[in-house]
């Protein structure tokens, strides 16, 4: 369907398309079971592929994870990751020594740059269940940042700036700013490097709840610029006369006035907008460059240095009882709780 303001609507699974400067969005809800002690499903995982679990059988996957579910280290160059974790934890760690626990609500600010080894793991911590909610939104870096530093940085749920808005009839948006700016409330500063650093990128990542048959207006921007609105739960929501039932991407024309109305039931969505990068892509798996040859050496670069080398006892860690913390690469360590 395409109007003035709605470019195009497109099914969102666990994958949803996106557009430059962002390469996809992951989407991961996992019912998982209560933890059986060391932090793996207390039931059995006969059945699955293991170390392939793609599963949602149960509404659950092992994913990469032999024994706690998640993704095993793995290596990146070239973009950013921001995972923003609803329910349920993750624990990082890293080629250069970083190591972190954040959920229920936190947003981790990854820059891979030359290139970096990580894991991704998601320990069964409660007895009884588990539930795992969270999005992972890569961002391109551009041609002049692809070999960077490495770097990483906590947004912790607690300075995560939320702005709230009351319509006319008292129905209220709230509004998560992971980037950019709503109003007057600006976002944390992201990852030094990032596309998202320079406001003349206009790059915004939120997430957002509305109320039942709330309204709620993003203003245009100047320039034409990719944006995307993502209605992951709920039930419908209208945009300029158009009825749009959850599970729904909706690609936007930015430089008009966007209204949304909420159907009759609390909605939920992500909101993802940028300049483009505009320049040549070459992608092959965790790597993303400008060219084939720079991917060709990008694959050389990991056989021969492995991106600094893994220096965990094993390729998944999971990081006890400990609560929410980050350890970063020079040693400096956040404890939150």
Request: glycine residues 10%.
């Amino acid at each position: 369907m395409t109007t003035n303001l709605i470019q195009s609507i497109f099914p969102i699974e666990n994958q949803w398309q996106t557009k430059d400067p962002f390469l996809f969005c992951a989407y991961h809800y996992d019912l998982y079971p209560g933890g059986n002690g060391t932090y793996g499903p207390a039931t059995s995982i006969a059945g699955r592929m293991i170390g392939q679990d793609f599963s949602g059988k149960d509404g659950w996957s092992m994913y990469h994870g032999k024994y706690v579910p998640g993704f095993p280290s793995h290596p990146h160059r070239g973009f950013e990751t921001v995972s923003v974790v609803k329910k349920g934890f993750m624990d990082h760690s890293d080629s250069l020594g970083g190591i972190g626990r954040f959920g229920g609500g936190d947003t981790q600010w990854l820059t891979s740059g030359k290139g970096i080894q990580h894991s991704e793991m998601f320990p069964l911590l409660n007895k009884d269940s588990n539930p795992l909610e969270l999005f992972q939104i890569w961002l391109n870096l551009p041609k002049r940042s692809k070999f960077v530093e490495p770097h990483y940085k906590m947004f912790w749920k607690e300075k995560i700036p939320v702005y709230t808005n009351t319509d006319d009839k008292g129905n209220k948006t709230i509004i998560d700013i992971i980037a950019g700016k709503v109003d007057h409330i600006s976002a944390i500063s992201p990852a030094p490097d990032s596309w998202a650093a320079n406001p003349e990128n206009e790059v915004e990542i939120w997430t957002m709840k509305m109320d039942a048959n709330a309204s709620f207006e993003i203003p245009a921007t100047i320039y034409s610029i990719s944006r995307a609105l993502y209605f992951y739960d709920g039930d419908s929501i209208s945009i300029e006369d158009t009825i749009i039932n959850s599970k729904n991407g909706i690609d936007l024309n930015s430089t008009q006035d966007l209204k949304i109305t909420n159907g009759n039931s609390e909605g939920y969505f992500l909101l993802l907008q940028g300049k483009p990068i505009n320049e040549p892509k070459a992608q092959y798996g965790p790597f993303v460059m400008n060219t084939d040859q720079e991917i060709q050496d990008a694959m050389t670069d990991y056989q021969r240095t492995q991106f600094g080398g893994w220096p965990h006892s094993n390729p998944g860690p999971v990081h006890g009882e400990r609560g929410r913390f980050a350890k970063y690469a020079d040693g400096t360590e956040e404890i939150i709780d």
